[in-house]
């Protein structure tokens, strides 16, 4: 069984940055799906963004598209994403997930993912 945390979050102003990292211990990741998840306060965890084992591909939801970047670090193992022009509907507790299966496609159901940390909070100010 993997497990996954989260770090990175933090209290930022619109516009700012953040880089959130995702370290797993217990087994090696590189051959999963990985990916990032948010919950904002009474609302429905949603995806974000993420990457095939093989980081030959990613997505990303189109709230995010072009602001933040998914990438992982296998001999780290490691995942990161860089969030750039935060804005405060940013504004969520974040969280890793991995894929359950051995090099399965990238999807974007909570559904398709275990192993999820605890999460990081993002909190960003106008």
């Known amino acids: 069984q993997v497990q996954l945390v989260e770090s990175g979050g933090g209290l930022v102003q619109a516009g700012g940055s953040l880089r959130l990292s995702c370290a797993a211990s217990?087994?090696?990741?590189?051959?999963?799906?990985m990916a990032w998840f948010r919950q904002a306060p009474g609302k429905e965890r949603e995806f974000v963004s993420g990457i095939s084992w093989s980081a030959g591909s990613t997505a990303y939801a189109d709230s995010v598209k072009g602001r933040f970047t998914i990438s992982r670090d296998n001999a780290k193992n490691t995942v990161y994403l860089q969030m750039n022009s935060l804005k405060p509907e940013d504004t969520a507790v974040y969280y890793c997930a991995g894929g359950r299966s051995a090099y399965d496609v990238l999807r974007r159901s909570s559904y398709e993912y275990n192993g999820w940390g605890q999460g990081t909070q993002v909190t960003v100010s106008s």
């Open positions: 217990g087994r090696s990741i590189r051959d999963r799906v």
